[in-house]
């Protein structure tokens, strides 16, 4: 079983659709807890990061902890074309040694 | 992506082949890692570093070594290129923790590699 499961889609969705993306993951050590969004032949980004359990948003993205459940979200209001790329989530233990990447899903908005 | 650079950005070699993949950044970071991505595995850590004399094995680390040259470069190389090594392979770079705002890494545009 992998540390963290993320199904690799792809999501279709129509443009200003809301959209949800998520992650499991077994280790429940796990503190920090990110998202990285990777447009095709790019590096990925950091799009969002969470300490522990809780929400926060940032604009039209919402991202959600639940480590009772050790699982992750990642909400997209008014999903626009410009969304469209591969979401991967990842997270790391206290003391930062190294992250632990989900497959990603990749999303496609359609206009 | 500018502050993480890799070259070359595309290769393609031979079996048996021996290649090197470098990276460099100019972000005055202490710690660089590098990473395969396949689909449907997502990205897997080959080798991290956390200065210039430590060098640590990842999670894939058979087939590849890594040099780290200075604090801003780090070269991976494949020693005899096999066909299941095709696959693009990010470097990247964070600072330690504690330095100020939150911590993350910051990845290069990615080499991508066909051994055939």
């Known amino acids: 079983q992998k540390e963290v499961e993320q199904d690799p889609g792809p999501l279709s969705v129509p443009e200003g659709a809301i959209v949800s993306l998520n992650c499991t993951y077994s280790?429940?050590?796990?503190?920090?807890f990110m998202w990285y969004r990777q447009y095709s032949r790019k590096g990925p980004e950091l799009l969002m990061y969470?300490?522990?359990?809780g929400n926060k948003e940032d604009g039209r993205f919402t991202a959600q902890v639940d480590k009772s459940s050790k699982y992750i979200s990642l909400f997209i209001r008014d999903s626009q074309p410009s969304d469209s790329a591969t979401y991967l989530c990842a997270m790391t233990l206290i003391g930062f040694q190294k992250l632990v990447f989900g497959t990603g899903t990749r999303l496609l908005v359609s206009p | 992506d500018a502050d993480v650079t890799q070259t070359p950005r595309n290769r393609i070699t031979k079996t048996g082949k021996r290649i090197m993949l470098e990276c460099s950044q100019t972000?005055?970071?202490?710690?660089m890692y590098w990473y395969r991505q396949d689909p449907g595995l997502g990205l897997r850590l080959i080798y991290y570093?956390?200065?210039?004399?430590?060098?640590n094995k990842g999670e894939i680390s058979d087939g590849y070594s890594v040099s780290r040259q200075a604090q801003a470069k780090f070269s991976l190389s494949l020693e005899s290129a096999i066909p299941n090594q095709t696959a693009l392979y990010f470097c990247?770079?964070?600072?330690?923790?504690?330095?100020?705002?939150?911590?993350?890494?910051?990845f290069g545009p990615g080499t991508r590699l066909l051994v055939l």
């Open positions: 972000k005055g970071h202490d710690r």
């Open positions: 570093s956390f200065d210039v004399k430590d060098i």
């Open positions: 280790n429940s050590a796990f503190q920090y």
């Open positions: 969470t300490y522990s359990s």
């Open positions: 990247a770079t964070s600072d330690r923790p504690g330095q100020g705002g939150q911590w993350t890494q910051y």
